[in-house]
């Protein structure tokens, strides 16, 4: 698509952002393969850049070594490699979905502490510490995914494997974070994850990615919170007894949307402070969700559909509802997000095309980054792994993005989004006094409860024991 922001030339580089210091690793000169740099301005340059260089020295020593002095006060608008490393050092990078805990399943059976896991060194895979520090990461949401049993089939209750299987990805998860603590903390306020970047830590947050890993129970969801999951995509590539989920639909399913007790569903995430994720659903699915929802929504990994007609991608009308709403929409660098006939073809300028058209039509607020790292084998060329989130940023800035924008799409519009949705939690449960909801899938089958045994709270009990006989 057509450039959508002005030329960078005439805009203002921001410098405005949390103090913090933060150790960094320099941008790879790899970024050069994307974003030219400009050439030396000469002597002029040298010695102006010099000049603030002392400065900044100065004021930060006379701070007793805070770093208070913008870095980036001498960069000039074109400078994107440094545009870059301030900015992404200065506000946290917050990746929506990465799914690294799938790949350690089906690798290692989660055994991280074999020497095999060499997860500070370097994995083949698209996500390690050394690739995700070279990109300037600040936060990742890590996803404990598990499947459904079967693509574009309903899966209407399953509580034994799946729930289980999605126990032990949070299990994995947390031992991963503990296991690299000088690296990553475990987060599960958005306080939090400023704090650990703060601290120079990546944040690690928890999204369950699909509701069939919740054997369909309002209870499980509400423990998977208590263990620190912070978002629910509400389907994944099946249908459940709370929505229907864009695969189905793609198989020629009837879109059913959100069902009544998938306005349950949602009623509860908003009660407990969880983000509702939209990532994987039906159009309609997103529609009704977005109505239901009484906090801002997310998609963990999502993209455009008017760029490119994958069900998977949110419609125009479900972006200007998404706007409405106060969401964000992150979008994944997965090459059939963008190019669905010649997957091949897709590359970084279409991850860029489609962070501009959701920019142009619902504002900068409303657009961040789901890269879905480690969750295919198919990234488009340009961002094949964790290392590559410079690159993004420098291609954005060249094409347009201010630094205050590109602090909104890394990581402002999802910590705004989910301290609103923290902030509703509060007030649902300390002023209106919510409790938590408990109603139950109409067809879901009750065991041991028959046991002739046990006494009776009740008298109208020993009918409805008879007749359950
Ligand atoms: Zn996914």
Redesign the pocket.
Known sequence: MAEVQPSTQSQPVDQSGPSQARPTNPAPDSQALVVQRPGQQGLRRYLYSGLVAALAVSVSLFRFGTSVFPFGASLRADDYAGRTRHVLSTTPLIDG?N?LPYVVRQELKNKIYSPRFDFAGALLSHTDLGKMRSGQMGGQFW?V?MECREEGVAQMEDATWVVRDTLEQIDVVRRLIAKHPDDLQFCVTPACVRTAFAAGKIASMIGI?GSHQLGNSLAVLRQTFELGARYL?IT?NCDTPFATSATSVAAGGADGGLTPFGQRLVAEMNRLGMLVDL??VSPQTMRDALGASAAPVIFS?SGAYALNRHLRNAPDDVLRGLRANGGVIMVPFVSFFFRTDDTGGASIHDVADQILYIADLIGWEHVGLGS?FD?SDSMVRGMEDTSKYPDLIQLLMKRGATDKQIRLLVGENILRVWTAVEKHAQRAQSTLGELPIEDVWDGREWSHVHDADLPLMFHDSKKERREAY
């Open positions: 979905h799914d996803s995914y990615e995509t994944h990532a994987h990994h879905d969750g």
